[in-house]
């Protein structure tokens, strides 16, 4: 195939997979008359943008959704990589009776999809009257098996001396992990919170189980609310929400582009 | 130094350590246990009543249906999103320019919020005003019901499964394909291997093996896992022609609060994960005594 071709059919599958992101933005401005008269422009002849965004704002709580997001996203990640990088630390280069016993089980975690747990984690958490709260979001994903695995294969491949210096300096266990090994470990901690925010972000699954109503809804419960709720057949204003809480991922994502394939690659392994 | 290391490796995996066990390890085996009684949301204490929930399962036209489909969609989604990610990452590879921006392009829905692009996938495929059964009009043609239709909807929900697979795996092809050193593929063609086909069938597909082998196992567990779509756009209707897995696992146990027939489906969908899985050691482990 010349370089020419290649081109072309690169252009044309990418066109595809850009299809519902431009028709997703095309509708969100147009008014509800042009969208059902189905033509195939995208450039409305009367912009909507106002009308259709405005209802979105008017009729859901979209700023709700989007800070219950980040509550939620930050939350976990800062309790997954709490419990983490602690107990990777200690898998690498700590040498304990019961070392290859909690690397057994950290081996048997990652065998369990998170759907697993599910219903007897509902039915505690329902029990403790922790339903629709964002504890009830949080907690069940703040241990990651995946994070301490992660982090082990990372901090093994960090030099002994690095540690030794530290400890001849007088440094404790805890301090060396916090203040010399996790500064080390930026580009896996950063792979890793990109990883976790982008699985948390967009999760359906939790959120609809263990959130009613609009109050801790998340931008995935959001989107699905304000489908079934208040769109109906209003598709401009669907289009409109859908553009606003996909919108801050895929601006991160633009910006460092580079980091996000990287960190998913490598943290790909998860699933 | 060395009791003092023991206690500093207990202390530090204490807070994973109880995590673990509180939020992992003891609602997993009460999920299995669960399985095997007839508890309902309320109704405590549960009776154990052995395998009844499976032997339900097996004469239950719903959950047949649901696993039917769910091996339908996963063999529709796993083979194209496998062969897709293959074929634009040697593609991006061999490119001259716009590495980059393709690989942004094709990346994108990775990180687009699922719930979401459903959304504008089904104004794309809606009947009426849909866009996709406007350009079918122009040519002529009456364009199906898609997400509508009984016969439709599952192929539908596929299509939007690769169009969302697809760059996630060929992220991985291409740290694959990095991998293997290019002198290789330039000795074979010294060697005789003329054409591009020849050297990507001698050379690339061979030591590539490892990396196909984790991105087939991987997109047949991320799509058995297929949810989001359905409990977007469909709800496994219309007419049950869309309900899949987890999506019954999930209104057994979250709506009708049978969460024990719930926990028996959550098992036989462990177990196909936990099966994928153990056939992608098998067959790593072939590959390295025959290999």
């Known amino acids: 195939m010349g370089s020419a071709v ?46 259709n965004f405005g209802r979105v704002f008017a009729r859901v709580p979209v700023v709700d959704y989007l800070v219950n997001g980040v509550i939620v996203c930050g939350g976990i990640l800062f309790f997954q990589l709490l419990f983490a990088v602690p107990a990777g630390y200690a898998l690498a280069k700590l040498r304990f009776a019961g070392r290859e016993f909690v690397f057994g089980a950290v081996m048997l975690g990652l065998l369990v999809p ?34 301490i695995f992660l982090f082990r294969q990372f901090f093994k491949s960090l030099p002994d001396e690095l540690i030794h210096a530290a400890r001849i300096d007088g440094m404790s266990e805890l301090a060396i992990v916090w203040r010399v090994i996790l500064p080390n470990a930026l580009p896996a901690a950063t792979a890793f919170a990109i990883f976790s925010v982008v699985a948390h972000w967009n999760d359906l699954f939790w959120p609809l189980i263990v959130v009613t109503g609009h109050e801790r809804a998340t931008p995935a419960l959001g989107v699905l609310y304000f489908r079934t709720e208040e769109a109906g057949d209003d598709f ?36 | 130094m060395r009791r003092g290391e023991t206690l500093a490796g207990w202390l530090l995996t204490l807070p994973a350590a109880l995590a673990f066990l509180a939020l992992l390890l003891l609602p997993t085996v009460a999920a299995v246990t669960l399985a095997f009684t007839d508890y309902e949301l309320g109704e405590w204490p ?62 994108l ?23 996709v059964n406007a350009l079918l009009r122009v040519f002529g043609i009456a364009g199906p019901t898609w997400l509508s239709g009984s016969d ?17 795996n060929m992220v991985l092809f291409m740290a694959g394909l990095t991998a293997i050193p290019k002198e290789l593929r330039e000795a074979a063609a010294v060697d005789g291997a003329r054409t591009a086909w020849d050297r990507f069938r001698l050379v690339t597909w061979p030591l590539l093996g490892p990396t196909t082998l ?72 072939r590959r390295v005594h025959y290999g």
């Open chain 1, 6 to 51: 290649r081109l072309v059919v690169l252009s044309a599958l990418g066109l595809f997979i850009l299809m519902p992101y431009i028709w997703m933005v095309s509708a969100s401005l147009k008014p509800t008359d042009e969208i059902f008269r189905a033509s195939l422009t995208l450039i409305p002849e009367t912009f909507a943008a106002a009308e």
């Open chain 1, 114 to 147: 998170p759907h697993v747990p599910a219903l007897p984690l509902y039915a505690g958490l329902s029990a403790l009257g922790w339903l629709n709260t964002f504890g009830a979001l949080i907690v069940p994903s703040t241990i990651s098996v995946f994070a």
């Open chain 1, 236 to 271: 401009g204003a669907l289009m409109a929400a859908c553009a606003i809480m996909t919108a801050p991922l895929v601006l991160a994502f633009l910006v460092a582009q580079r980091r996000f394939v990287e960190g998913i690659a490598t943290t790909g392994l998860k699933g």
């Open chain 2, 46 to 107: 549960p009776n154990w009543i052995g395998t009844e929930n499976f032997q339900e399962m097996w004469t239950d036209r719903g959950f047949r249906t649901s696993f039917r489909n769910t091996v339908v969609y996963v063999a529709i989604v796993a083979p194209l999103s496998v062969l897709g990610g293959l074929g634009l990452a040697l593609l991006i590879e061999s490119a001259a320019r716009g590495r980059a921006f393709f690989r942004a392009v094709f990346f």
């Open chain 2, 109 to 131: 829905p990775v990180v687009s919020l699922t719930v979401a692009m459903a959304a504008a996938w089904q104004y794309l495929l809606h009947p009426t005003i849909g866009p």
């Open chain 2, 152 to 168: 439709t909807v599952l192929i539908s929900l596929a299509f939007i499964g690769v169009w969302e697979a697809v760059g996630f």
């Open chain 2, 214 to 285: 984790f991105v087939v196992t991987i997109s047949l567990i991320r799509s058995v896992r297929v949810f989001d779509t359905v409990a977007v756009l469909t709800r496994g209707g219309p007419n049950k022609a869309s309900e899949v897995l987890l999506y019954t696992m999930y209104t057994e146990g979250f709506t009708y609060l049978r969460l024990g027939y719930s926990a028996a489906i959550t098992l036989v969908f462990l177990v196909i994960v936990l099966g994928l899985m153990l056939l992608q050691t098998r067959v790593m482990d």
